[in-house]
């Protein structure tokens, strides 16, 4: 098969299997909600544009074209951090190729191409497009703004490549964080005065194509090339070394027994099995150490700037590091147990057991976000009740409400898997929706209550309400558990077709 002929084929299986993807259904309501939400981007864009053009047509301090490129680092930086949200790396779609007598390069190519060719990277056009049109096409011609368009173009290319490069290495070691950190760190060194005096070395680019020269985007093209061979060799050997694993010698090393949870005896078990999820496995690992770090940042944040000093955020960012736990994982739950989901189902109330487990388990794990913040309560940016309280109405209300997806998720996520493993997100809308509302509830009921009574009543009503929660967990436990049950052959065949 030529390599032409490969690359229309693999995109046409893509094709298919989005149409044949197990719970099509919510892979419908899931588009529908990412529909919804581009839209409302490329609103923003287009206003930002016209903003941007009426304020440059009125400045004759700096021309259309170089204010566009002095601003160039900031958008590739947004556009980098956009694509966490949706981009999956090319080699996650290779493995099931792998067995196949075509060649593995060709198959990491071909999805590499594939990604070059997505809306993705042309989503910033309702930017550039109105922005071209009232202060670029008319002052400098078409060969000036069809060069403008190029560029970028080109520039949002090499981006996404270099997006899968850093999302590749992450996925095989968090530190790997610092490298995009620093390099888009260094690229906006120059607004602050540092490295230049300012901003205006971009600017220098604009200039350039103001005069018709066509360097920049040569340089554009051969950073392009660059990265994509770059790209193209990563995955190739993460994908080897992921599926070569198996051949290696397994080092012996002391096991962590937990024996002090012996004495609980089949809840202790859980309890075990569940922290050595957590210690032991890479995705799970990588997730509970992101948690910690969100955390961290966001208390140093709040403690040592002036940045989250007002009332809303402080007590929305006090609740978003309580509750980052139960999204990192609770929203996934049982999802991860789908690999070995028959073994639960041998004994009786098993499950039941195994989410009570889980329920302590994160219910403990908020003692971390809680240490963390302590820095907050001696900067005076937080009070001791207000984090109790917050703590109080995540571990019983918030964690009530998430632990709801027990009864619904039925997709299998890969324990240590990541590069040539199915990528372990869920489709559905529902997740999102429940996710939404465990953030945006209790900052409304504490708004709304403050608007009659005090704030420390406010506090004490979250949490009452949380420790409602907390004491019944038992009861509605069980209910989640029935309604698990009831659904036990319909999850039970979507664990076993996502795996």
């Not at 046409?12 to 839209?39: C, E, P, Q």
């Not at 869920?426 to 953030?439: E, Q, R, Y």
């Amino acid at each position: 098969m030529k390599r032409l002929q490969l690359y229309k084929e693999l995109r046409h299986h893509r094709k298919l299997a989005d149409k044949r993807a197990f719970d099509s259904t919510m892979n419908k309501n899931a588009k529908i909600m990412v529909y919804i939400g581009m839209s409302a981007m490329l609103v923003y864009l287009i206003f930002f544009a016209i903003m941007f053009s009426l304020a440059i047509n009125n400045d004759k301090s700096t021309t259309a074209l170089e204010f566009i490129f002095t601003i160039a680092p900031i958008i590739l930086a947004i556009d980098f951090g956009v694509r966490f949200i949706a981009q999956q790396t090319p080699a996650q779609l290779v493995k099931p190729y792998l067995l196949l007598p075509v060649s593995r390069y060709l198959c990491t190519e071909a999805f590499i191409i594939s990604s070059l060719f997505t809306w993705g990277n042309v989503i910033w056009y309702a930017l550039l497009l109105p922005y071209s049109l009232m202060s670029v096409i008319f002052g400098y011609g078409l060969w000036t703004t069809f060069l403008l368009l190029v560029t970028f173009y080109v520039l949002f290319l090499a981006n996404s490549q270099w997006y899968l490069i850093c999302k590749t290495l992450i996925n095989n070691n968090m530190l790997w964080t610092l490298l995009p950190v620093a390099v888009y760190g260094l690229m906006v060194l120059p607004y602050f005065g540092y490295i230049v005096d300012n901003a205006d070395i971009y600017g220098e680019i604009g200039v350039f194509i103001e005069k018709g020269n066509p360097l920049p985007l040569l340089a554009a093209l051969v950073l392009l090339v660059c990265c994509i061979f770059a790209n193209r060799r990563l995955q190739f050997v993460n994908i080897m070394k992921e599926l070569g694993k198996g051949n290696k010698q397994t080092k012996l090393r002391t096991v962590s027994k937990f024996s002090f949870l012996n004495r609980y005896g089949e809840l202790g078990e859980y309890l075990k099995l569940e922290i050595k999820m957590v210690i032991r496995n890479r995705n799970t690992k990588i997730g509970f150490f992101s948690a910690i770090a969100v955390a961290s940042v966001f208390s140093i944040l709040i403690s040592y700037t002036n940045i989250y000093n007002d009332e809303f955020s402080k007590n929305y960012f006090c609740l978003y590091n309580f509750l980052i736990f139960g999204t990192m994982f609770i929203t996934k739950v049982m999802s991860y147990e789908g690999n070995y989901i028959e073994c639960l189902l041998v004994h009786k109330e098993n499950i039941l057991k195994l989410l009570e487990a889980k329920y302590i388990f994160y219910s403990l794990m908020l003692l971390v976000p809680f240490i963390i913040m302590i820095p907050a309560i001696i900067a005076g940016k937080f009070s001791l009740l207000q984090l109790v309280a917050y703590m109080s109405f995540t571990m019983g209300s918030c964690f009530c409400l998430l632990f709801q997806l027990a009864v619904f998720n039925r997709q299998t996520i890969p324990l240590n898997q990541k590069i040539t493993g199915r990528n372990g997100q869920s489709n559905s809308w529902l997740p999102f929706i429940i996710t939404m509302v465990a953030f945006c509830a209790p900052i409304g009921i504490y708004f709304l209550l403050n608007a009659f009574m005090s704030t420390t009543g406010v506090y004490i009503v979250l949490f009452t309400t949380g420790l409602i929660f907390i004491v019944s967990e038992r009861f509605w436990m069980r209910n989640i558990y029935k309604r698990m049950m009831k659904r036990k052959f319909q999850n039970l065949e979507g664990f076993r077709a996502t795996r």
